[in-house]
């Protein structure tokens, strides 16, 4: 009896030291799936690295100093200068903003770079804002003409000096449609001949009016007031003194110094040798009950010293000689027939 109970004691302190060794050994986990039970292992992360410190009151993302000492001294604009935007208002006399107006901004750009151009549109209540405006750039403003409004600019502005663009108004024109015929000093058509119309009036864009074969042109649309009326060719004609009214039917009959006579003639000098490369000049000036009429020629004398010019009008005309180490010879022309020639002899300057 007294040996059992030792067994029994014997084996209560083994299972003990079992229990013990179990106790002091880290399993693995059983997997969920099959234990039927959902458990969620706790997660340990590793702390956060320290940010790097940084100056006083400087923003963690602005840019670093660059060490490369050559960048100081190029001339390209600041980058953080660029994108400015300029705010504007564009209306009438009355202070209407005006909607729909097309504002242009146009710079030279950098270092001899390509113009840069920008633009903007306003709106309804005529507002405007052009981005992309470089301090110390200068720009030139340009609203061209639109709808019954005359055009407008400002040669030079800059994002410093942009006071102008605040308050834009815009000079109302009253538009009128003319037409008419172009002839010459005999009242004979001039077909196919083309000048150019500018108001002296209001800014408004040169427009070109072209007469057909019967020499019948039309304009549309130009600006009541004064006109000028010329032409763009070596060959120069100009009218003056035209005014538009404003709601008025207007038919113009313009007169210019065409015609049928033929002027030719010899420059030489005192001793009669020819003289080459001459300039020689012809002006006429006439008036009518609306307007005057002015045209300018210009040629050359050929290697034998010969001029002619053709298609004149037969009024009386200046005749002007132009010779280098030569005196210059200025002298009234009158027409005596439908070709007349002249024989000029300079004097050497003295």
Known sequence: MQSFRTGVMIGAVAASALALLLLA???????????GITATAPQFKAPAPSPE???????????????????????????DAAGISLRGWVGNATGTGLEGIEIEAESRGFDGEDSVRLSATSNN????????IVPGQPYKLEIKPQASYAAYSVDSFTAET???LKKIVLQRVDLVDVEGMIVDTNLAPVGDFELSVRSLA???PDRVIRSDSTGYFKLSAFPAGEIRIATNASDYYRIKGLELQPDKYHNLTLMIDRGNYHLSGWVGDDNGAP???????????????????????STITDDNG???????????MTLGIYARGFESLIQRHQFESFSDRVEIRLQPQE
């Open 25 to 35: 050994r880290s399993p693995e986990p059983v997997p969920a799936e099959e234990t």
């Open 53 to 79: 410190p940084r100056p006083e009151n400087k923003p963690a993302n602005a840019p670093q100093p660059v060490s490369d000492s050559s960048s100081a001294d190029t001339d390209e604009p600041d980058a």
């Open 125 to 132: 209540s005529g507002e405007f804002e052009l981005l992309n």
């Open 162 to 164: 942009a006071d102008a």
């Open 202 to 204: 209001v800014e408004f």
């Open 275 to 297: 003289l080459a490369q001459v300039q020689v000049t012809l002006k006429s000036a006439f008036a009518t009950d609306g307007y005057h009429s002015y045209s300018y020629r």
């Open 306 to 316: 010969a001029f002619e010019f053709d298609q004149l009008g037969g009024q009386p």
